[in-house]
């Protein structure tokens, strides 16, 4: 079993995923990690040396190559700009959207370029929002409002989806 965790930035995916993995006693890995430790560098670094569609691309290429095995998967924002990626994600896992309003998610990022954040066509908080948002409802096995929640109790409604 595999959890595959996807939202905006700043929607929780790392934190609510390490508590969902202790409630559900799975392993937990972040791709955003996984990405910095194979390159020695910060997402940042990254995404201005290689532009956003290497950046896509390499995204991708880590987490296909990588092993998932009864684990909490927290994925970039950006995961669901490659449809390879997804389709892999799905099939390996369930898929959770955790959705946070985007007056929440402004309230929580402040620095789009030292977070890592690419978009395709957006440069704002509001227009990446606006872009991703339907993407990440089309992949979603489930879709979690998490406005107004503690981290423990979004990793509750999380781990409620799976305990039989």
Sequence with gaps: MNITLIGMPGAGKSTVGVVLSKLLNLNFTDT???IQRKYNKKLYELIEA????HFLDTEMNVILNHMFDHTVIATGGSVVYREKTMQYLKQISTVVYIRVSLDEIQNRVQNLHKRGVVSLHA???PEIYAERCALYEKYADHCIDTDNCSLEQSA???AQLFQM
């Design 156 to 158: 509750l409604k999380i």
């Design 50 to 53: 290689q532009g956003t569609q």
């Design 32 to 34: 955003d990690l996984l």
């Design 123 to 125: 440069s704002t908080i």
